[in-house]
């Protein structure tokens, strides 16, 4: 089955910008989207389809996908920002949707 | 304003059965496809079940196929999660979350969770 990796940890000073990466085999070939997860509540997605912005996230919040290489960019980051973030696709192969392990964004 | 409401979680032994639920408001609910997503205490995502507008169609994570059957009542704005013979590794918060789009996967805005409850607590143990 197909396989998203993701680094478990990601750090940043409030202000500067994070870069959460989501590898898999031509993940450029594929939608990735993206959920940002605070402790105790239900995930949120903050991009779509590589670089979809829904209503009510920030400016902030970006994405791209090229190659084998798909990123989440969150720029200014901010004290409320700190939280776990995964990476998700659609397998076409198996018709699973498959999420990344996750990235626990940590602002200093 | 989108809302859904998980029930039907508890304690319960390996190889019982439980049947959870998923109460929906704010859109108009055969429109989109729906998903149930899991996640251990402490562990990441996990997609289980999804099943499309008008329950055409239905995919399974390979370790709950044949165990679990995902069904909806569009008249009800409910959706459902059948769960036999469950396991010790099954124990999980379990979401429920709306997709973009009418279909599970395969086409434009699908195969996202745009939406997701608050969830639902199983836990499995003798």
């Known amino acids: 089955s197909y396989v998203l990796t993701q680094p478990p940890s990601v750090s940043v000073a409030p202000g500067q910008t994070a870069r959460i990466t989501c590898g898999g085999n031509?993940?450029?070939?594929?939608?990735v989207h993206w959920y940002q997860q605070k402790p105790g509540q239900a995930p949120v997605l903050v991009v779509y389809e590589d670089s979809g912005r829904p209503s009510g996230i920030p400016e902030r919040f970006s994405g791209s996908n090229s190659g084998n290489t798909a990123t989440l960019t969150i720029s200014r980051v901010e004290g409320g920002d700190e939280a776990d973030y995964f990476c998700q696709v659609w397998d076409r192969s198996s018709d699973h949707l498959v999420f990344g392990g996750g990235t626990k964004l940590t602002v200093l | 304003e989108v809302e859904l409401v998980e029930s039907g979680g508890g304690l319960v032994q390996p190889g019982r059965s439980l049947r959870l639920s998923c109460a929906a408001s704010?859109?108009?609910?055969?429109?989109?496809?729906l998903h149930w997503v899991r996640q251990a205490p402490g562990k990441g995502l996990e997609w289980v079940s999804g099943?499309?507008?008008?329950?055409?169609?239905?995919g399974y994570a390979d370790c709950v196929k044949g165990r679990f059957t995902i069904s909806r009542d569009n008249a009800k704005n409910s959706l459902y999660l059948h769960m036999n013979n469950l396991r010790a590794e099954d124990t999980a918060l379990y979401y429920c979350?709306?997709?973009?789009?009418?279909?599970?996967?395969?086409?434009?805005?699908?195969?996202?969770?745009?939406?997701w409850g608050q969830g639902t607590l199983v836990t499995v143990s003798s």
């Open positions: 704010g859109f108009t609910f055969d429109n989109y496809a």
């Open positions: 031509n993940i450029g070939t594929k939608s």
């Open positions: 979350a709306k997709d973009m789009g009418p279909e599970m996967y395969g086409g434009n805005s699908a195969g996202l969770f745009e939406y």
């Open positions: 099943i499309s507008w008008n329950s055409g169609g239905v």
